[in-house]
């Protein structure tokens, strides 16, 4: 259940007001959010962003994880002011950013500011800051999406992919050593998770950061461009303007590509939900640019 700042238990609201001063008004956010509580909170000592979640919801480690990397990321991401765990909850209360979510559509004013925080924020976590956790190769290592859609679900597996599916199984299986790297990355990039704040682009929700190559939040987001609109061309265009993105081998790129499509076929497949759809429709769009 979603609660409100008066569902919350006294005393983590007290532990909070004991940080913020008095609370005067709860705004929640207008993006979904896998918290239990996520709010913008007025406070005597001004606006804080807070996010809450009982410790014995599953995806409290996510919040443990992005506690344990806030203090290692530079400015282009929200500060942590605080954290508080009491009864049986867990509370972080960030930086507030006044702005929106940014706009990743062709012609979006957003994404010359999103291409200079990518590049700072590369800059800033290279070599990546000591974190406890799997790097993006451990992440992947093993994975095999494609070859259990072919087990489990060949009726998933359209004209296109059948012909390609070895091709797409090889890549898979060598894509943990090719996005390998020393550059602690966000790995979940999207439009949501970019705040457009007075000419900068600033990236929140640091819940899934891990080691990779410099050039894999990047290539998170050229899938994220073609489901807002770009043809896979442009949107590798679009990313082509960093640097760190023409050090990507063509081969490293297109396993990274066939291991996001692949697994987010397999979610289409065993979760059923239009998100899943949508996300494997628009990983594959850029699978058949890369293979023809």
Sequence with gaps: MAYAWD???????????????????????????VSDYAA??????????????????????????EAAVSPALPNTAAALHWSVEAVGWLALGFEHIPGRHADLSPGSGDLPLITRTLGQLADALTPAP??????????????????????????????WTAV????????????????????????????????????????IDWAFPAPGAPWVDTAYLVVRLIGAGHTPAEAEQWAA????????????????????????????????????????????????HRLG
């Design 40 to 65: 913008t909170l007025d406070t005597a000592t001004g606006p804080v962003f807070c996010k809450a979640i009982r410790t014995d919801n599953p995806r409290a480690w996510m919040h443990r994880r």
């Design 164 to 203: 390609r599916l070895d091709a797409l199984v090889t890549a898979e299986r060598e894509a943990p050593g090719l996005v390998d790297g020393r550059t602690l990355a966000h790995t979940d990039l999207t439009g949501s998770n970019i705040l457009i704040s007075g000419g900068t682009a600033r990236v």
């Design 130 to 159: 000591p974190l406890r956790g799997f790097t993006l190769a451990e992440r992947w290592s093993g994975q095999d999406y494609w070859q259990t859609v072919r087990e489990r679900h060949p009726d998933r597996l359209g004209p």
């Design 7 to 33: 569902d919350l238990p006294a005393d983590l609201r007290a532990s909070i007001q004991l940080r913020t001063g008095h609370v005067t008004k709860a705004v929640p956010p207008t993006a979904g959010t």
């Design 241 to 288: 303007r960093l640097p760190l993105w023409r050090e990507a081998s063509p081969w490293a790129v297109t396993a990274f590509g066939a291991t996001l499509a692949g697994l987010w076929t397999l979610r289409s497949a065993e979760q059923p939900g239009r998100q899943w759809d949508i996300l494997s429709a628009h990983g594959l769009a850029w699978l058949r």
